[in-house]
């Protein structure tokens, strides 16, 4: 069973950085696409960015040029460094994983607060 472990949330202020990490059980960590999504009070689930197998990678364009996703598969553990935090990045943040074996695995989340 593969179960996602997300860290590094926390309160920032305004221009600062963060780096979420989530790591991944399992054996399938390098052939899945791993995606970070956020989800701020009273709105739906939105993709931040993602990065298939072979490290090509796809972000929203509210994030593009401040945030970065990367993986180490040696680790399995993708990341998203935040920079350049601004209030409405405020959100519970969310690992998924996806791959011809499993999809729609989620982390439990972790809370990123950015205050002005």
């Known amino acids: 069973q593969v179960q996602l472990v997300e860290s590094g949330g926390g309160l920032v202020q305004a221009g600062g950085s963060l780096r979420l990490s989530c790591a991944a059980s399992?054996?399938?960590?390098?052939?899945?696409?791993m995606g970070w999504y956020r989800q701020a009070p009273g709105k739906q689930r939105d993709l931040v960015a993602s990065?298939?197998?072979?490290?090509?990678?796809n972000y929203a364009d509210s994030v593009k040029g401040r945030f970065t996703i990367s993986r180490d598969n040696a680790k399995n553990t993708v990341y998203l460094q935040m920079n350049s935090l601004k209030p409405e990045d405020t959100a519970v943040y969310y690992c998924?994983?996806?791959?011809?074996?499993?999809?729609?695995?989620w982390g439990q989340g972790t809370q990123v607060t950015v205050s002005s």
């Open positions: 998924n994983l996806n791959s011809p074996v499993v999809r729609g695995i």
């Open positions: 399992g054996s399938i960590f390098r052939i899945s696409v």
């Open positions: 990065m298939t197998s072979i490290g090509s990678t």
